[in-house]
Protein backbone atom coordinates (compact mmCIF):
# COMPACT_ATOMS: atom_id res chain seq x y z
CA UNK A 1 0.00 0.00 0.00
CA UNK A 2 3.11 2.76 0.89
CA UNK A 3 4.18 2.05 -2.89
CA UNK A 4 1.08 3.30 -4.26
CA UNK A 5 1.21 6.14 -2.16
CA UNK A 6 4.93 6.99 -2.00
CA UNK A 7 6.01 10.66 -3.43
CA UNK A 8 9.74 9.14 -4.01
CA UNK A 9 10.67 12.03 -1.04
CA UNK A 10 10.00 9.74 1.99
CA UNK A 11 6.75 11.09 2.68
CA UNK A 12 3.30 10.56 0.96
CA UNK A 13 0.94 11.39 -1.24
CA UNK A 14 -2.53 11.48 1.09
CA UNK A 15 -4.80 12.38 -2.52
CA UNK A 16 -3.44 8.83 -3.96
CA UNK A 17 -4.78 6.89 -1.07
CA UNK A 18 -8.46 7.17 -2.45
CA UNK A 19 -7.19 5.42 -5.48
CA UNK A 20 -5.29 2.90 -4.09
CA UNK A 21 -7.56 1.51 -1.54
CA UNK A 22 -9.92 1.70 -4.64
CA UNK A 23 -7.40 -0.42 -6.63
CA UNK A 24 -6.64 -2.88 -3.88
CA UNK A 25 -10.83 -3.07 -2.62
CA UNK A 26 -10.22 -1.86 0.54
CA UNK A 27 -13.80 -1.17 2.32
CA UNK A 28 -14.33 2.71 3.43
CA UNK A 29 -14.93 1.37 6.76
CA UNK A 30 -11.40 0.04 7.33
CA UNK A 31 -9.19 2.23 5.73
CA UNK A 32 -8.29 4.56 9.09
CA UNK A 33 -6.91 1.16 10.37
CA UNK A 34 -4.91 0.56 7.04
CA UNK A 35 -3.81 3.69 7.88
CA UNK A 36 -2.53 3.34 11.06
CA UNK A 37 -1.30 -0.22 10.16
CA UNK A 38 0.42 1.08 7.09
CA UNK A 39 1.81 3.99 8.81
CA UNK A 40 3.21 1.39 12.27
CA UNK A 41 5.12 -0.71 9.49
CA UNK A 42 6.58 2.36 7.67
CA UNK A 43 7.99 3.59 10.88
CA UNK A 44 9.33 0.47 12.52
CA UNK A 45 12.70 -0.05 12.98
CA UNK A 46 14.32 -3.10 14.36
CA UNK A 47 16.58 -2.85 17.39
CA UNK A 48 19.57 -3.53 16.14
CA UNK A 49 19.20 -0.62 13.11
CA UNK A 50 18.19 1.49 16.07
CA UNK A 51 20.53 1.56 18.17
CA UNK A 52 23.14 1.63 14.66
CA UNK A 53 21.29 5.00 13.87
CA UNK A 54 21.65 6.29 17.24
CA UNK A 55 25.71 5.68 17.95
CA UNK A 56 26.28 7.12 14.15
CA UNK A 57 23.89 10.50 15.58
CA UNK A 58 26.09 10.40 18.54
CA UNK A 59 29.64 10.02 16.94
CA UNK A 60 30.99 13.40 16.10
CA UNK A 61 33.49 11.67 13.25
CA UNK A 62 29.80 10.92 11.43
CA UNK A 63 28.98 14.93 11.31
CA UNK A 64 29.29 16.03 8.13
CA UNK A 65 29.52 19.85 7.63
Same mark, same amino acid.
Given at each position: ? %???????????? %?? =??????? &?????? =???? =???? !?????? =? &?????? !???????????? *?? *??
Amino acid at each position: M %WNFIANGAGGCD %WG =ALELAIA &HVGVAP =ADVP =ALVE !RVLVIK =A &HRPPER !REAEASSRLDPS *TL *TE
